[in-house]
């Protein structure tokens, strides 16, 4: 079939995942798409090799036009690196150390240094191309099949919800986290990533309600963020128009 998008939620710096994952997709060719919907990066042992999979290796493996969004922790760093923001950098749930320590080649363990900290606060450890990256992944991408965002839409004051194109402060697509999305848009199809699925009510998934650390579906809304990056989670992608599921898990 061509035409198709194969659509990748989270990844958190699980290089092991995203490789599995990608083995198996099927073979993709010029005509289809391959969209990230962010989180590149944190919580896993190798954001540093994602980064460079996604960015310089894959290009080289399909043919496949490849779509990068941007993630809310990817947006984060780029705050960090221009205002600070100790709040996000510090928390160990928010999994920056590890980040830190990917991109450094550290395998250093436990709890920060001070060397650490003092670079957790900066964003300094990230090279300048990486940087570079970040700044230029989209907020929102639109093909036949879907809009894809990172987080979700931004409630319209009045009811429902703005199309990406109507948003006037983008970062609310990488950082909204909202129950009301996803029970009651109604629209053309959206998929998104950064909620994790098994946070979002089981009895509206059509798709395996039985397990809510799968993949969650709605009636207009497909979320993908199962975890991966943290104990027991894993990588899930989808593709449309055929709404096949693939994953990481063994």
Known sequence: MANRTLVIGDI????????????????????????FLG?????GPDSAGVVDHVRNRLPGETAAKIVCLRGNHEDAWLRVRHTGWPEFVIPPNNGCLACLRSFRGDGHWGAPT????????????????????FEQLLWWYEDEHAIYVHAGLH???AGGFLHPSETIDPTVLVWTRSRE???????????????????????????TPDDPSD?????SVIAIDTGCGKPNGFLSAVELPAGLVYESRT
């Not at 958190?12 to 599995?20: F, P, S, T, V």
């Open 12 to 35: 958190h710096g699980a290089l092991d995942h995203l490789q599995r994952l990608l083995s198996r997709l099927p073979t993709l060719d010029a005509s289809d798409t391959l969209v």
């Open 215 to 219: 993949l969650w579906a709605g009636p």
């Open 39 to 43: 989180d590149y990066i944190d919580r």
């Open 114 to 133: 001070a060397d650490e900290v003092g670079q957790l606060l900066t964003g300094a450890f990230f090279p300048a191309d990486v940087v570079a990256w």
């Open 181 to 207: 999305f996803f029970k009651n848009y109604r629209g053309k199809r959206v998929v998104v990533g950064h909620t994790t699925t098994s946070l979002l009510p089981p009895e509206l998934s059509v798709y």
């Open 155 to 157: 409630a319209r004051p």
